[in-house]
């Protein structure tokens, strides 16, 4: 059939993941470092990711493709984490009181029920209690860590748990840690930690999903996005705007930029 459809220009495309939060039907992927149209039945044409085009590469084009289909969308966001899911299943139920209605609902209590039941050990959630170390000589390393919990990857937290509840959360790019030397001690004591790469991890549009519940369910008290000076990083500022606000709490958001060489470059509220 002839419809309306996203079209991406690949020569303007950076691969900034910036389109990909607000495409909900999961149509967008960055492989190979440029955002690609993933399958034509999961683009309903509507054009929400627009906007979030930095460079303009994409557009609404009318050609030849296969229909939109709701049922394979839903299939595919199976596959995803049910914090995703959850939110597409509520925004369907509020379109009707159908049997198709009914079975979402059904769906949904099936992926909380598999997601309960197992997973990878390494995966478990821990929360660490603080050691004080006796310093014995001048020459005894004193630098402790000062990570409270685990897991800390963005995938693989649960936006809820018991210790991200009105807490400061810093959600730092993966190489933050490794550039700046005193990044336990300046900004993470205190806080709770998730990390991110918009550039290279897969499936970043569940992100905004879980900062929002962060900010609504688990009530945040502030967030703190700590980034590389280069351009692919700025991402992650963009998802966690997007998150916070779709959020209907009002969280405070701090931005923090780091050099290559580990410098502070700039550290101000958005």
Wanted: aromatic share 4%; charged share 25%; glycine share 8%.
């Amino acid at each position: 059939m002839r419809r309306k459809i996203i079209k991406i220009d690949e020569e303007k495309c950076t691969g900034c993941g910036l389109c990909i939060p607000n495409c909900h039907e999961q149509a967008i992927k960055i492989i190979n470092g440029k955002a690609r149209l993933v399958n034509d039945v999961f683009c309903d044409g509507l054009g929400a990711c627009l906007g979030e085009c930095p460079e303009g590469a994409l557009t609404l084009e009318e050609r030849d493709a296969e229909p939109y289909d709701e049922t394979k969308v839903l299939e595919n966001l199976v596959r995803k984490e049910s914090a995703l899911i959850e939110d597409h299943l509520q925004k369907l139920s509020g379109s009707g009181d159908t049997e198709l209605h009914k079975g979402y609902g059904d769906l949904l209590k099936v992926i909380q029920g598999d997601a309960a039941g197992g997973g990878c050990p390494g995966s478990a959630a821990s929360v660490f209690a603080k050691k004080h170390k006796a310093v014995n000589s001048p020459q005894e390393n004193t630098q402790q860590s000062e990570l409270s919990h685990w897991p800390i990857q963005l995938h693989l937290l649960n936006p809820v748990a018991d210790f991200f509840a009105g807490s400061d959360v810093v959600l730092a790019a993966d190489c933050v840690a490794y550039s700046l030397a005193d990044f336990h001690s300046r900004f993470l004591k205190g806080r709770n930690l998730a990390i991110a790469c918009p550039k290279l991890d897969h499936d970043i549009e569940v992100y905004t999903q879980k900062i929002r519940k962060m900010a609504d369910d688990a009530k945040i008290n502030t967030l703190t996005v700590i980034m590389m000076q280069v351009p692919c990083c700025r991402g992650l500022l963009q998802i966690a705007l997007s998150a916070l606000q779709k959020a209907a709490r009002k969280v405070p958001l701090k931005a923090i930029i780091i050099s290559t060489q580990g410098e502070v470059l700039s550290e101000e509220w958005v």
